[in-house]
Structure formats: C-alpha cells, structure tokens
C-alpha cells in the first residue's frame, strides 16, 4: 500500500490526465456514441467473427485471414466474459483501451522531455482529441492498436534510458499485440532495429541479452499467428497458404499499384477504399483531375482471379498495374498515398456519418493540418540530427506510417493512432522554440 501511493504521488499528472480522458471516453461510449449502435460494415464483420470465434473456435474459415484477427479476438473474450451484447461491457472496454493510450503518451512525453508543459499540452489535447475519442466508440482496430503504438514507444525509450530487462519484455510484448491488430506494427519493430544498430549512442545500458527479450514476444505470437493463417485457408495441413498473420496485404497492393476505389474476386467479395473513393469524389466536383489525381490504370474496380484470402491472383494484377503504367507514375503514386494520410478525405467511420459525427471530425482534420502537422514534420526531420536520437525513436513511428503507405495506399484512418506521437512531437518542437525565443535578447530582433 505504501508503495501504491508513493507511486500515485510521483505520478499524480499521469493519473489525472489518464482518468480525465476516461471519463471522458466513458461520457462518448455510454451516452453520445455506443459502439453497438453503430456495428456496420467492418464492425459488423468483427462482432460476427467474435462470435464464431466462440462457437466454433476450431472450424477453418478462408475468408477471416482477411483482416488482421486482433480485433475480432479482443471483442470475441469481452463477450465471453461479459455477455454476448453488453452494450456497456464493450463500451467501457473501447473506452479504457482509448484512456491508456493517453496516459502512456503522457508518460512518453514525461520521459522524453524535462519541461513540464510539454507533457501537459499532449495530455491535455489528447484527452479532447475527437479522432482519439471518436474511434474509441468504434469496435474496430484504431483503439487498441493506438495503445500497443503508445505502449512501445515507451517502453522503446524507457529500455533506450534503462536498460531494464522489463522494459525490454513489455516492448516486445506490445509490437506483438500491435501487429495483430496492424501488421505495419512490424515496419515500426524493423525501423527500431535500425535506430539501435546506427543510433547506438543513443541506448545507454542496452546490452545483446535485450534482443532476445525484445524479440521472444514477437516471435511466439507471429508463430501463432502463421499457424492459424495456415490453418484457416486449408481443410486440412496441407495445401494451407504461409503467412504471418492476415491475407489482405495482396488485396491493399492492388489498390496502391492500380488506384483501384474498389476490389473484386472470382470467389466473391468486394473491398473498396474510402480514400481512394475520396480522392475520385474530388475530382467529379471540380470536373476532372487535379493535381493528385486518382488515375485508376485500369479500372476503377479492379478485378482478379481466386479468392480474395489468396494472395498470387492479387499480387500478378498489381504486377500489371506496374509493368502498364510505369515507374514514374507508381511514384506519383506513392506521393499521392502519403498526401491521402493528411488530406482529401475524412478517418472513416465518421467521414459517411451524419454531420454529428463528420463536422467535428471536419474541424479536426483542418485544426491537426494547420496546428500539429507543421511543428510535427519539423521534429521529425530535426530528429535526424547527431543529438536527435532519442526524439527519432518516436518519429520512427510515422516514418513507418509513412513507407507502408507508399507502398499500399494512405488513408486519413490509417494515420489517426499515430497522432498522439505527432502531437508529442509538435508540443515538445514549439516549446523548445518557444523557449529560445524567450532567451534572445531584444537586440537580436
């Protein structure tokens, strides 16, 4: 007991800002927006796949290696726990898991800089931050993969301070449960790899014995996850298809190489994208392409052979897509996916709700492009400097956020759990320019 409130008064900052965004969390979940009243489309299919999952644990099912299996697990042992459709239960659940990722961005803020305000304005924004609050009302991935992000970029920088063996399991642990949720977690682990081999300066107690403790989380779970790959798109052990831990990575490869809005199969299924179809609604109101263009190389629904869990069908039409349109325009491409992170369309869910949900989500794009993108940019670039290495360990972050939309597509959604590092990032830029402002004296003006 002594211990607990000698930890509470160390970190009473921590605490208020994580309660506050629960209570905050807690009002969205429970009055304004409960996730059940909203179970369409992707949340409708995880709350399905939930269920199966605890009636028929064992029967191989193709087409749920889909998607990443994180959140149909999560919501499949809320119902074995708290009842098939407790309202309450998931909102609740959705609303801490929204609160953490908070408190730890709070606490990576507390730890990476000395000056008190940095950590306050992230709390505190980020405990009104829509997007964070909106999709924590939501039975999707965002939620929970924002906390296994948040979760690893503490403990990345605690383990780079420390050196404790601890840190070193639970950074593990958290790119494990993140990569069930959001296989790009794993870019982020690659990119961590590579900070530690060319940043080395910057992990004072790191000793080898910490790979191998980063790594074993890791490891078990995307064997796992392969196994159970396997396992779904085979009727036995054999003819299953080898993989990590879902199928949709071919599917989101046609819609980067072809700028497809939408993606069929011969074995059924239909997948589009609302960025792309975002990006296509733009220009049809102003009367032809813009700047960005959609630019589909073939057509605007793309089609392949096979099933939609099979990947080969996908992949050969997307090596089409290259060899017809070229190099230069796989790079505008590109570009064009990056943009799509910041601009031309709204996070989904909200972007097709009623002006309750989509203004306010409007008025938050505009507030995070005009406010924290600007400063955002500039410290991750100024991270790159020789004294930089500890802030480039969060900004490692969205640069894999970044790469993996190159090479598939960028949406506005994909971008929303990696805000609060951009958000800490831009607080800790502005202050520290704020502060050399200060010191300056009046002559130098």
Known sequence: MLRLRAWLARHAGLVAVTLLALAV????????????????????????RATDVLDKPWAPRGDYTVFPYGTHLLLAALKGLFGRDNAVAL????????????????ATAERLSPRPSVRWITGLVLVVYYPWISFSGYLLSEAPFALALAAAAFFSLRLADRGRPRDAWLLGASIAVGAVFRPQMLLSAAFLGLHLVLRRRSWRSFTRGQFARIAAPIVLVLAASSVRLYWHTSTSWRGGQLGLVSTNGAVNYVFGRCHATAVTSDGGGYFSSPSLLALDSVDRNRGGPGFFPLDPVFEKTAHFSGKMWEPAGAYALAHRCVEKS??????????????????????????????RFRVPMAV??????????????????????????????????????????????????????????????????????????????????
Do not use: C, K
């Open 25 to 48: 969390r807690l009002i969205w979940n429970l009055g304004v927006h409960p996730p059940l009243d909203y179970r369409r489309s992707d949340m409708g299919m995880y709350l399905g």
């Open 91 to 106: 909102g609740v659940a959705f609303a801490l898991l929204g609160a953490l990722a908070v408190g730890f961005t709070f």
């Open 326 to 355: 070229g190099y230069l325009v796989q790079a505008r491409f590109a570009l064009t996916h990056v943009i799509l992170l910041w601009a031309y369309n709204l996070p989904w869910p909200d972007q097709g709700q009623d002006a």
């Open 364 to 445: 938050s794009a505009v507030v995070h492009g005009v406010v924290i993108l600007p400063p955002g940019v500039a410290a991750i670039l100024l991270s790159f400097r020789r004294r930089g290495g500890r802030r480039l360990l969060l900004a490692l972050h969205p640069l894999a956020l970044i790469v993996t939309a190159m090479i598939y597509f960028g949406d506005a959604r994909f971008r929303v759990p990696y805000d609060g590092l951009l958000i800490l990032l831009a607080a800790d830029l502005l202050v520290a320019a704020s502060v050399w402002l200060r010191r300056r004296p009046l002559s130098s003006w």
